[in-house]
C-alpha cells in the first residue's frame, strides 16, 4: 500500500517507520522543515533508542520519504492523522487546532475512496467534528487507531504491539462482512479492511484486534493512561502513609503486585509522572467528564492530578530537611531532567520541576541527565547543566536522584563518595541499592522508605569543597 503518516513526532516518525518496515510504501508530512530533513537523512530528531537503525534501513530500501510538502500525499489509499493534540495554554482541554489544520490541507490531495485514519488522543466527538471538515468529500473514509507507544520502548510498541483498536463507523458490527445495506455499515467494513492490510503482518502474529465505535476508540487511551495514573498516585500517596507509620512502601508494592488482581507495574513510589501524555490526558478526561455530567470520574482525577503535584513539593521538602532545613546555599545536584529514562523528552519533568523549585529556594543546582541536557537548557536557562555525571557531583552537599536511568542505578557509591561534600543521597525514585550506599558512606532518603543513615565503620566523606566546570550550554 501507499500510506501517509501526517505528523512526525514521537509518534508519527516510529509510526512511518513500523509501516514501512512491514513493506508498504510511506510518506511521512510535517510543517517542521527541520524535522523532516533530520528524518530524511535517517536520523531522529529525538532520542528514542533502536529508531535511527529502523529509519535508516527503511530509508535504504527506498519505503520512507519524509517531506514538508501535502501534495505528496495524493495517490495514498490511508492516511494516518499523528499531529500533536497538547493540552491548551489557556484551560485543561485539549487543543486540537493542529489536528484541524492538518486535516484540511490534506483535504485537496484525497484520493476518491481514501481512507483518513487518527491515531492521535483526542476528546470524545473528535470524529464528529473532522467529519465536518470533511463535508465536501463523502467519498472519504474516516476511522480511528488510538496508539498506545510508550517513550524509551515505542519501536517494540509498535513492532509487537499488545493490541490494535479500529473505530469505524458501526463500530463492532462493522468487523466482519456487510450484514446489510448501511452505508455506515458498508463504511465501517471499508475502513476495517483497509488497516487490516496495514496491519495484516501484525494479525498474521497473533496481535489482539479489537473492533468498536468512535467513541469507544476516542476514549480508550486517555482511560487507559488515566487508571495508569491512578495507580501511580495511588502508591505516592501510600508512601506518604508509609513514612508517617514506619513501614516500607517498596516492601508494600512488592506484595501488593503479587496478587494477579493488582500486578506490579507501577506501583513504585517516586516524585510523580510527567511527560506529554499522562498529566494532559487526565485533565482533558477530567474536562470531558465534566462536560458531560460524570462527575464522579472529574473530581478523581482532579484528586490523581493533585496527589501528583504535590509529589513534587514533598521532594523539595524532604531535601530542605535533608540539608538541615536551609536549601540557600547548598549545591545541590540532580540526577535526571528526562521526564522518563530512555527519552530526551521533558515536557512536565518532574525532575526539572523540582530542580526549579530547589534553585528558587536559593539553591545552587547542578542538572545531569545521559540525553536530555540540550532540551532541558533551553526550556530552564536559571539552572545550570552539567553532561558528565562526575563533574556534575563534585562538590554536592546533597544528591537527587529524579529520572532512574540506568547509569544512576549502576552508580558506584564508592566512586560518587569520593566527589561530593556531603554524602546524602535522596533516592526520589527507589533506585539504588540502600543499603550499598549506606555501606559506603552515605545517608539515604527515598519516598516511602526508612532513611538509611551512614554505618559507623564507613570511610568519613570528604570534607574539602571541589568546584565544577562552567555551565554547560
Known amino acids: 500500500m501507499k500510506i501517509s503518516v501526517i505528523g512526525c513526532g514521537y509518534l508519527g516518525a516510529v509510526h512511518a517507520a513500523t509501516l514501512a518496515s512491514m513493506g508498504h510504501t510511506v510518506v511521512g508530512i510535517d510543517v517542521d522543515a527541520a524535522k523532516v530533513a533530520h528524518l530524511d537523512r535517517g536520523a531522529a530528531p529525538f532520542h528514542e533508542p533502536g529508531l535511527d537503525e529502523l529509519l535508516r534501513d527503511c530509508r535504504a530500501g527506498g519505503r520512507l520519504s519524509f517531506t514538508t510538502s501535502f501534495a505528496d500525499a495524493a495517490g495514498a489509499q490511508l492516511h494516518f492523522l499523528c499531529v500533536g493534540t497538547p493540552q491548551s495554554k489557556t484551560s485543561n482541554d485539549a487543543d486540537l487546532s493542529y489536528l484541524v489544520s492538518a486535516v484540511e490541507a490534506l483535504v485537496p490531495f484525497l484520493a476518491p475512496g481514501a481512507a483518513v485514519v487518527g491515531k492521535s488522543t483526542v476528546p470524545v466527538g473528535t470524529v464528529d467534528m473532522l467529519r465536518g471538515v470533511l463535508a465536501d468529500r463523502p467519498d472519504v473514509l474516516l476511522g480511528w487507531n488510538p496508539e498506545f507507544l510508550r517513550q524509551g520502548t515505542a519501536v517494540k510498541d509498535s513492532l509487537v504491539p499488545d493490541r490494535l483498536v479500529y473505530g469505524v463507523p458501526g463500530g463492532r458490527n462493522s468487523g466482519g462482512a456487510p450484514g446489510g445495506s448501511s452505508g455506515t455499515q458498508a463504511d465501517g467494513v471499508a475502513v476495517t479492511a483497509v488497516l487490516d492490510a496495514a496491519y495484516a503482518p501484525l494479525l498474521a502474529a497473533g496481535i489482539p484486534r479489537l473492533v468498536c465505535n468512535f467513541a469507544t476508540a476516542e476514549l480508550i487511551k486517555s482511560a487507559s493512561n488515566a487508571y495508569l495514573a491512578t495507580k501511580l498516585s495511588f502508591i505516592n500517596a501510600v508512601a506518604e502513609l508509609c513514612e508517617a507509620s514506619g513501614a516500607d512502601v517498596t516492601e508494600l508494592g512488592e506484595a501488593m503486585g503479587l496478587d494477579p488482581r493488582i500486578g506490579g507495574r507501577y506501583l513504585h513510589a517516586g516524585p510523580g509522572f510527567g511527560g506529554g501524555c499522562l498529566p494532559k490526558d487526565i485533565r482533558s478526561l477530567r474536562v470531558q467528564a465534566a462536560a458531560l455530567g460524570v462527575d464522579s470520574v472529574a473530581a478523581w482525577m482532579a484528586t490523581v492530578d493533585s496527589i501528583n503535584e504535590g509529589r513534587r513539593s514533598c521532594t523539595v521538602d524532604t531535601a530542605r530537611q535533608l540539608c538541615g532545613g536551609r536549601l540557600g546555599g547548598r549545591r545541590v545536584t540532580v540526577l535526571g531532567s528526562a521526564f522518563k529514562p530512555d527519552t530526551d523528552d521533558i515536557r512536565d519533568s518532574p525532575a526539572l520541576d523540582v530542580a526549579a523549585q530547589l534553585a528558587a529556594a536559593g539553591a545552587h543546582v547542578t ?57 546524602v543521597l535522596l533516592d526520589a525514585r527507589n533506585a539504588v541499592d540502600a543499603a550499598a550506599w549506606s555501606a559506603a558512606g552515605w545517608t539515604v532518603h527515598g519516598p516511602g522508605r526508612p532513611s538509611s543513615p551512614a554505618l559507623p565503620h ?16
Open 458 to 473: 564507613a570511610p568519613a566523606p570528604r570534607s574539602s569543597p571541589a568546584h565544577g566546570p562552567a555551565a554547560a550550554g
Open 367 to 423: 542538572v545531569t541527565d545521559p540525553a536530555a541536557i540540550n532540551n532541558a537548557w533551553l526550556r530552564y536557562p536559571q539552572l545550570r547543566f552539567e553532561p558528565f555525571t562526575e563533574q556534575a557531583l563534585e562538590g554536592a552537599e546533597l544528591v537527587l536522584l529524579l529520572t532512574e536511568w540506568d547509569a544512576y542505578r549502576t552508580l558506584s557509591p564508592t566512586a560518587a563518595g569520593g566527589l561530593v561534600r556531603r554524602r
